[in-house]
């Protein structure tokens, strides 16, 4: 037995008599060499992500942010689960760049799997240590403490906190890579995982209580509002602030450049204003958008860079084969409350309160457009009324910044209206998808051959040049070239590589770093259409091999997991028994989100009117595999959100424009979907595992959800929509 076995650490510390700290973590230490898991990688100390106050309060720190997707809850059960405290009795810090780890972007279905497990390390390892001290203090195994909540008991009734562990103590401890033995083996005790508790960011939106940086009101508080350019190449003639200045409750009209700005000592004082300013101003518009052109022309005549992001096999297999091509619109995030920001600037530091995905870069981006050091800035995450990727919270922000330093002092609250959220936010990008295969006299796929075009998925901040207000100022910033995302998660080219197996397959990413509009991350990326185009090519080549599609699938899939999660969502679905009926229709589709994250199979059966181009998902059902189920709840409502917000993407919503500006500008200009479009019923159906490693859920839904409609409105109709979205007009053609 070495100096480094738990065993003679534990008989060590037992003889110490209590006079150890938390310094001492030798017992959880790993060989240095190891990665730590998750975020520790980057934040490796334990007290960065949980702390014990003298109080027995434990605070839990995340960098990730709450978007609706209930991963405070989730988070706060994983620290349960390993520290052994009833959840209630946490508290939670999200993203805070004073407070808590830098995780860059709440994105990418990342938070289980990378917060999550750092969290559900940090915990254990902090629990280990505690159980070990308090076995010290009361001189006794610590094979014979009890544990309630905070509080650890020996046999005899004495008993020991947390706090009492703690005070004195230096907390500042490494990770180690590896779960505590005693932990690990207890993995079967799910107390407070795999349960559902109830959601802690739900009451106060029901109750409509303080819940979005939207409802912040702080005192002495004034209001901010920015007139934009009609078009982004507009070039200001002239303005006329004076006029302007004068109007009741201004105190404040900022210019710089092409940046326009009020600030009024009452929000509608400040919407006046801005109509007034907005008047005042001069422009040259000129006539630059592709205005009259279909998506498939309009994004293959964009400028690209080819990569080849899969090469196996060899092409010229012979066969059967057939081509087709898909296309996405431009689509917005469409966020129902519209981006806001308050930002205070006072003894020459700045504090914002944001919804931003990503605090840190933001404060990155934000010190270089004010060239403030990145310490003068603390940015602060509140809830945004909708999200789903980069909309416009980093921009608001941006303007906050920018008021509040012509007006330190007071906190400056910008508030978009409609028109800016769907003007100016970073749309999702346009695509087109060309796919062609080949089946052999068996009907399986022998070739594979897949090409996407699409414009960047990541301009987030982190550099000034990426917020809107920044390449307006008269000294502008220029926005950083677009890169694309690497494999193996990417962007243009997420879950552009089949997980089916096949021998001989060419894929390759066209990325276009130049647009006619500026484009980033909305929900799932390039996911939500390669796998619209994959699964819907999946159909196709079943139909063309007189396969049924679930089988047809079966066929191809080697992954265990994969194969259950098929068979799951068929089975109840009830797939083999359906009985077709006039007007109606059913549709599959399976994906593993970035072919690394959660399985996701989907079948859901449609209603289409093509007297009036309707079509009304009649209900679905959706299998998942996340690996171990921390949330119950949460993971079905990810799944049915997806569902939900997919069936809108595919069945409405695009960008309009004309020559000269984006006419999407309200909800009659952009529809999404209604009640009355909602499925009647849509059942998520989970597959724990439990032991397993957290696999992200947020995200997974999306394209299954895209391509099984698709699929379904073909079995319907006898036709097949390759062009998204399937609205009422394109349908009503299908019957002329």
Known sequence: MTDSTPDLQRRRLLAAGGALTLSFALPLRAAPAAALPGSLQEAPWLDAWIRVGADNRVTVFTGKVELGQGIKTALLQVAAHELQIDPGRLVLITADTARTPDEGYTAGSHSMQDSATAIRHAAAQVRALLHLQAAARLQVPAAALAQDNSVFRAPDGRRVSFGELVAGSDQHVRAS????????????????????????????????????????????????????????HARLLGVDTAAVAKLGGVLEVVQDGRFLGVIADEEYRAVKAARALARAARWEVPAGLPAGRDTA???????????????????????????????????????????????????????????????FPLRRALAELLGAPEEALRCLHGEGSGCYGHNGADDVAADAVLLARAFPGLPVRVQWMREDEHGWEPYGPAMVADVAATLDGAGRIVDWQYEVWSGAHAARPGRAGNLLAATLLARPFAPPAPKPLPQPEGGGDRNAIPYYVLPNARVTHRFQPAGPFRTSALRSLGAYCNVFAIESFMDELARAAGADPVAFRLRHLADPRAIEVVRLAAAKFGWNGYRKAARRGRGFAFARYKNSAAYCAVALEVEVALDTGFVRILRADAAVDCGEVVSPDGVRNQIEGGIVQSASWTLLEQLRFDASQVTSQDWGGYPILRFNGVPDRVTVHLLDRPGQPFLGTGEAAQGPAAAALANAVADACGARVRDLPLDRARMRRLAT
């Not at 083996?185 to 940086?213: C, E, F, M």
């Not at 096999?313 to 296309?327: D, E, H, I, N, W």
Request: glycine share 8%; charged share 15%; with cysteine.
């Open 177 to 232: 890579a590896a779960l505590p033995p005693h932990v690990a083996s207890a993995a079967s005790a799910r107390r407070y995982i795999g349960t559902p508790l109830p959601r802690v960011d739900i009451p106060a939106k029901l109750k409509g209580q303080l819940a979005y940086v939207q409802d912040i009101r702080m005192p002495a508080m004034v209001h901010g509002r920015v007139v934009r350019p009609p078009s982004p």
């Open 297 to 359: 022309a309009l994004v293959r005549s964009l400028p690209s860079q080819p990569q080849q992001v899969l090469a196996r096999g060899a092409p010229g297999a012979s066969g059967k084969t057939l081509r087709a091509s898909y296309t996405r619109p431009y689509q917005l995030h469409a966020s129902i409350g519209p981006s806001c920001a308050i930002a205070l600037l006072d003894q020459g530091r700045y504090t914002v309160w944001t919804h931003s995905q990503g605090v």
